[in-house]
């Protein structure tokens, strides 16, 4: 939290700057970077080797956390500074009995809202999917006498949401989270940044392993592709966490956690924010939330995906107040002198994260016991089968002010249409194999899958641009069957300009579109070495053999696809 900003936001101030850490009091910068703990454990009271009028200006990030607790060693720093100005910042200020952010910093002096940094385009917007396994709908009841992992007899109760993961584990469920994410990103971006939330530190581990087995194809490519990062890896996580926030790095992609990363994370290509737990608290869930919120768009990060298996999402959402004013607002009356007379509470929000459940246990998961635990602290279910039996997907409604139920299909249909006002706009676009890759990355990075469109619509034969289309015009669907054969009716010069043995691989190429689709031609070269084209030689043989040379092979292929399209 403190290396980000100095290293990348005030760069330009160069040796202006100064980090306190170590015990390192240097008095002669102009800028000084520094957390809590380096002021008050690196020795003895290291802040004070600075006068309390030193600092001009100290401005306190997550003002929240321990800066506005009265009795925190923190607080003693801010209160031997106090000459300075004190200016604290925070998207999730507390109200609450032992943290009050309003009663030390006094009124907000400026509010600037999740909704307002969206419509700016300071912000990326989001789409919610409402993910609901069996036994979060109906709940989960053991057996007459079943035993959990380690002989012990579950009692015989009603689980529900709330419990998984702190009272009963289990694993079942964990997996077909685990499947239902991996499948989402094998339907979108399997490189899209993904951070998942979960109850606790064995259940992100537990996650891990699930995701690991899931998507055992990557994981041999990129070893890290799936990473814990929790309290408990120490620098081996934060190196993940670094690799995690490199826009350069392909991997890791998934980082599974549990309290760890939930504030001071800057991951600007986060497409994805999975809660696999319950989070009570408005304000943690605002930070959670926040780590997708970053914009990249050179990147291709200009929308992210909130995938919430636990109903948080939509229950946080749906409050009025998510949104709105400050949870409190001071009124204080001053005299004509300038002294005040009276202090009023004119808005209060009697919001508590909810830490303790019926069964007594943390929020993060742990129980509040004394000594050590002598046997684990939930029961462990290994068995059984849990599947995902419903998956919706929210978008803000036209006044960005509440999340409205969408059908992938019209969904699919209005984002096009935003892109490309006409279907002519697009037909221009998609038969040019060029400008037709800048069409995928525009829809992938809305979301929009083909094989998910082919699903939903039950089209699985229709080419991708006639179901594009027909979501988005009501425009005619054609198969790729019926296209090929009329691209071959159009091509005929085309194919009578060449031997025999090139007209054969035009029209497997022909055959290939019918079977898979237009996007393999995207990376030709690629398709020219595998079966059946192989068999004519390498790509550049075919091309110098059969076309006479690589321009006029790929000038033939794209007249071909662009005759698919007319």
Same mark, same amino acid.
């Not at 957390?35 to 008050?40: E, G, K, R, V």
């Not at 999730?92 to 952010?101: A, G, H, K, N, Q």
């Not at 291709?300 to 919430?308: A, C, L, M, P, Q």
């Not at 005040?340 to 459940?357: L, P, Y």
């Given at each position: 939290?403190?290396?980000?900003?100095?290293?990348k936001? +005030?760069?330009?101030?160069?040796?202006?700057?100064?980090?306190?850490?170590? !015990?390192?009091t240097?008095?002669?910068?102009d800028?000084?970077?520094g957390?809590?703990?380096?002021?008050?454990t690196?020795?003895?009271?290291?802040?004070?080797?600075?006068?309390?009028?030193?600092?001009?200006?100290?401005?306190?990030?997550?003002?929240?956390?321990?800066?506005?607790?009265?009795?925190?060693?923190?607080?003693?720093?801010?209160?031997?500074?106090?000459?300075?100005?004190?200016?604290?910042?925070t998207a999730?200020?507390?109200?609450?009995?032992?943290?009050?952010?309003y009663?030390?910093?006094?009124?907000?002096?400026?509010t600037?809202s999740?909704?307002?940094?969206?419509?700016? !385009? +300071?912000?990326?917007?989001?789409r919610?999917?409402?993910?609901?396994?069996?036994?979060?709908?109906?709940?989960?009841?053991?057996s007459?006498?079943?035993?959990?992992?380690?002989?012990?007899?579950?009692?015989?109760?009603?689980y529900?949401?709330?419990d998984?993961?702190?009272v009963?584990?289990?694993?079942?469920?964990?997996r077909?989270?685990?499947?239902?994410?991996?499948?989402?990103?094998?339907?979108?971006?399997?490189?899209?940044?993904?951070?998942?939330?979960?109850?606790?530190?064995?259940?992100?581990?537990?996650?891990?392993?699930?995701?690991?087995?899931?998507?055992?194809?990557?994981?041999?490519?990129?070893?890290?592709?799936?990473?814990?990062?929790?309290?408990?890896?120490?620098?081996?996580?934060?190196?993940?966490?670094?690799?995690?926030?490199?826009?350069?790095?392909?991997?890791?992609?998934?980082?599974?956690t549990?309290?760890?990363?939930?504030?001071?994370?800057?991951a600007?290509?986060?497409?994805?924010?999975?809660?696999?737990?319950?989070?009570?608290?408005?304000?943690?869930?605002?930070?959670?939330?926040?780590?997708?919120?970053?914009l990249?768009?050179?990147y291709?990060?200009?929308?992210?995906?909130?995938?919430?298996f636990?109903g948080?999402?939509?229950r946080?959402?749906?409050d009025?107040d998510?949104?709105?004013?400050?949870?409190?607002?001071?009124?204080?009356?001053?005299n004509?002198?300038?002294v005040?007379?009276?202090?009023?509470?004119?808005?209060?929000?009697?919001?508590?994260?909810?830490?303790?459940?019926d069964?007594?246990v943390?929020?993060d998961?742990?129980?509040?016991?004394e000594?050590?635990?002598?046997?684990?602290?939930?029961?462990?279910?290994?068995?059984?089968?849990?599947?995902?039996?419903?998956?919706?997907?929210?978008?803000?409604?036209?006044? !960005?002010?509440?999340?409205?139920?969408?059908?992938?299909?019209?969904?699919?249909?209005?984002?096009?249409?935003?892109?490309?006002?006409?279907?002519?706009?697009?037909?221009?676009?998609?038969?040019?194999?060029d400008?037709?890759a800048?069409?995928?990355r525009?829809?992938?990075?809305?979301g929009?899958?083909?094989?998910?469109?082919?699903?939903?619509?039950?089209?699985?034969?229709?080419?991708?641009?006639?179901?594009?289309?027909?979501?988005?015009?009501?425009?005619?669907?054609?198969?790729?069957?019926?296209?090929?054969?009329a691209?071959?009716?159009?091509?005929?010069?085309?194919?009578?300009?060449?031997?025999?043995?090139?007209?054969?691989?035009?029209?497997?190429?022909?055959?290939?579109y019918?079977?898979?689709?237009?996007?393999?031609?995207?990376?030709?070269?690629?398709?020219?070495?595998v079966q059946?084209?192989?068999?004519?030689?390498?790509?550049?043989?075919?091309?110098?053999?059969?076309?006479?040379?690589?321009?006029?092979?790929?000038?033939?292929?794209?007249?071909?696809q662009?005759?698919?399209?007319?």
């Open positions: 939290l403190v290396d980000d900003p100095m290293a936001m +005030f760069a330009p101030f160069g040796d202006a700057r100064h980090k306190i850490s170590g !015990g390192d240097s008095q002669s910068r800028m000084y970077f957390i809590y703990q380096a002021l008050t690196a020795s003895a009271d290291v802040f004070r080797q600075y006068r309390p009028d030193f600092f001009d200006l100290i401005i306190i990030d997550e003002c929240h956390r321990g800066s506005s607790r009265e009795e925190s060693a923190w607080r003693a720093v801010l209160d031997y500074f106090e000459p300075a100005v004190q200016f604290g910042m999730t200020p507390l109200r609450e009995e032992s943290r009050d952010s009663e030390y910093f006094g009124n907000p002096v400026y600037y999740l909704r307002q940094g969206i419509e700016d !385009g +300071f912000l990326a917007p989001y919610v999917h409402r993910v609901i396994t069996t036994v979060d709908a109906a709940g989960w009841r053991p007459k006498d079943e035993l959990d992992r380690f002989g012990r007899e579950v009692p015989d109760d009603e529900q949401t709330k998984f993961e702190r009963v584990a289990l694993r079942a469920r964990t077909a989270m685990a499947r239902h994410l991996t499948d989402l990103l094998k339907g979108t971006d399997r490189f899209a940044k993904t951070l998942v939330f979960c109850v606790d530190q064995e259940h992100a581990a537990e996650m891990r392993q699930e995701l690991v087995n899931l998507n055992s194809d990557l994981v041999k490519q990129y070893p890290n592709y799936v990473c814990r990062v929790t309290a408990d890896e120490g620098d081996i996580g934060l190196a993940h966490l670094a690799d995690f926030q490199d826009v350069e790095e392909p991997a890791p992609v998934i980082l599974t549990s309290q760890l990363l939930t504030t001071g994370v800057d600007e290509m986060v497409k994805n924010v999975v809660l696999a737990r319950v989070v009570g608290s408005r304000s943690e869930f605002k930070q959670i939330i926040g780590r997708g919120t970053r990249k768009v050179d291709g990060k200009e929308y992210f995906n909130i995938v919430d636990t948080t999402a939509t946080h959402f749906a009025p998510f949104d709105g004013d400050p949870v409190r607002i001071e009124e204080v009356v001053v004509e002198d300038g005040q007379v009276a202090v009023a509470d004119v808005v209060e929000d009697g919001q508590h994260a909810e830490s303790i459940n069964y007594g943390a929020e998961g742990v129980l509040p016991m000594g050590e635990p002598v046997e684990p602290r939930k029961f462990y279910i290994d068995g059984g089968e849990v599947e995902v039996i419903g998956h919706l997907v929210y978008d803000l409604d036209t006044d !960005g002010k509440k999340l409205q139920v969408v059908k992938y299909t019209d969904y699919s249909g209005r984002a096009l249409r935003t892109l490309y006002p006409t279907r002519e706009a697009l037909q221009s676009k998609w038969a040019n194999p400008t037709r800048e069409v995928l525009e829809l992938t990075e809305r929009i899958s083909f094989e998910e469109l082919a699903s939903s619509s039950e089209q699985p034969d229709a080419d991708p641009f006639d179901l594009l289309c027909h979501l988005a015009w009501n425009a005619p669907l054609r198969t790729r069957r019926q296209r090929a054969e691209a071959q009716r159009q091509t005929q010069d085309l194919f009578a300009q060449y031997g025999d043995t090139a007209r054969e691989i035009l029209t497997l190429l022909l055959d290939r019918v079977e898979r689709g237009i996007i393999q031609f995207n990376a030709l070269s690629e398709l020219m070495k059946p084209f192989d068999r004519y030689g390498s790509p550049f043989e075919i091309a110098t053999r059969h076309f006479g040379g690589v321009p006029a092979m790929r000038e033939a292929v794209t007249r071909l662009t005759a698919i399209y007319q």
